[in-house]
């Protein structure tokens, strides 16, 4: 039989509680600072990600106008010049 000095009182459930609650919070913790630490750097790698897709839309957009500017050139001088030589070469003008 169990003597009275045996016995589990209130205030050793409350001391054991509250280890275990600064025990999980310590551990909580933990977890929160890595999984700042990996979302710090996930948000770094997209954040840089976007950056060189912007930079190669970019250069897409400046050599895709640049290749626009020259056709629409060539449509110039076919309609201005050329055209109009052809015309007279089959005598239409």
Same mark, same amino acid.
């Given at each position: ?9 209130l205030r050793d ?10 025990? %999980? ?38 050599? %895709? ?29």
């Open positions: 039989m169990a003597t009275p000095s045996d016995d589990i009182t459930i409350l001391g054991h509680i509250q280890a275990m609650k600064g025990e %999980l919070l310590e551990k909580i913790s933990g977890v929160e600072k890595r999984l700042e630490k990996r979302i710090d750097g996930v948000e770094q790698s997209l954040t840089s990600q976007i950056r060189k897709l912007d930079e190669k839309i970019d250069r897409v957009h400046i050599s %895709l106008s640049t290749q626009i500017e020259n056709i629409d050139k060539r449509l110039d001088t076919i309609e201005v010049v050329e055209l109009p030589r052809i015309k007279q070469a089959i005598g239409l003008s």
